[in-house]
Each structure stands twice: as structure tokens, then as C-alpha cells.
């Protein structure tokens, strides 16, 4: 295993809030699931871009991994179980793809970034699949499944970025051990 990387607090977390007072300001006008769609979108993006720009390649691949997981699993799902749409649109609701993509990334954050990022990921996948319900796409099931496929695909992929440091310093007659964890 390499290097692991923490991405460290910037002013690109000023982007992921803005993103997601963007998403609620835009969700209570236009009452549309555009917002969501973007949404779900735009947190692997950027967890991926947070990756790259910290050069924490080895992060950039697990979240690949993890969110291609959670697509699989997703449309196994949503293919096997075959559940109505509250809106009766058709039955492929369960469960949600919006949210399971969005926790993914929320996670991912969480692992590699703390929770400086992990919170404001974990706040815009809420409102992604909190959204969903209201748009009548997903029962609360659905995006409650979604949410659980995410962040376990995620936590199995994901090495968290703390670093454990060992040293120790021998005598003669006794040796000093240090153990230490960064989280």
C-alpha cells in the first residue's frame, strides 16, 4: 500500500457549501429534480477533484472503485427488486441511484478529508435523497437503501487518512516505544 494522503481544509470548502446552499435555494424555487441530479453529480466530482488536487491518487482510485461498486449494486437492485415509483413512472425505484452515488462520495470525503468535508457532503446527500422523496422519484426505503449501499461500498473501498507513527529509542538496559495516530 502507498502513501496515503489527507486532504487538507482549503478554500474549496467554500465550493462544497456553496453547493449545497445552491442545491436548497434552488430546490425551494424551481421545485424541480434537476437540483438533485446536479447534486448527485457534482459531490463524486468533486471528491475527485479534491483527490487531484492534493495528488492523492490512491484516494482518486478508491473512490473509482467505490462508486462503480455502487452503481453495480444499485442496478442489480433496482433490476432484481422491481419496485413501483411513488409517482407510478415505472418500476425501478428501489434504491435510489441519486442517493446511493451521493453518500458514496460523502463518505469518501469523510474517510479522506474529516469531517470538515464530511459533514457538508453528508448534508448535501440528505437534501439529495430528502429531494428525491419530495419529488415523489423514491419512497423513503429506496433513498434510505441507497444511502446504505453508498457508504458500504465506500467504507470497503476507502483507507481512512490517518497515519500511525512508531518509534523507539533503545538503551542499554530498557527500550522507549512511542506510538502515535494522526487522525
Not at 442489480?76 to 451521493?102: C, I, M, W
Not at 439529495?128 to 457508504?151: P, S
Request: net charge positive.
Amino acid at each position: 500500500m502507498g502513501t496515503m494522503k489527507t486532504l487538507n481544509p482549503s478554500p474549496f470548502l467554500g465550493v462544497l457549501s456553496a453547493l449545497l446552499l445552491s442545491f436548497s435555494s434552488h430546490c425551494s424555487l424551481a421545485g424541480s429534480g434537476s437540483a438533485s441530479d446536479a447534486v448527485a453529480v457534482a459531490l463524486p466530482v468533486f471528491a475527485a477533484g479534491m483527490s487531484l488536487y492534493h495528488d492523492d491518487r490512491e484516494g482518486f482510485w478508491q473512490l473509482v472503485k467505490s462508486e462503480a461498486a455502487t452503481l453495480a449494486v444499485t442496478e442489480v437492485l433496482k433490476v432484481t427488486v422491481r419496485e413501483t415509483r411513488p409517482n407510478g413512472q415505472d418500476n425501478r425505484s428501489f434504491p435510489s441511484r441519486h442517493a446511493s452515488v451521493a453518500f458514496s462520495a460523502a463518505h469518501f470525503l469523510q474517510a479522506r478529508g474529516g469531517w470538515q468535508y464530511g459533514v457538508p457532503a453528508y448534508l448535501a446527500a440528505t437534501a439529495v435523497a430528502a429531494d428525491r422523496v419530495h419529488l415523489r422519484e423514491h419512497h423513503a426505503k429506496d433513498v434510505v437503501a441507497g444511502a446504505l449501499v453508498g457508504i458500504a461500498s465506500s467504507y470497503y473501498f476507502t483507507d481512512k487518512a490517518y497515519r500511525v507513527n512508531v518509534g523507539y529509542l533503545p538503551s542499554e538496559r530498557s527500550v522507549l516505544a512511542e506510538l502515535a495516530m494522526k487522525w
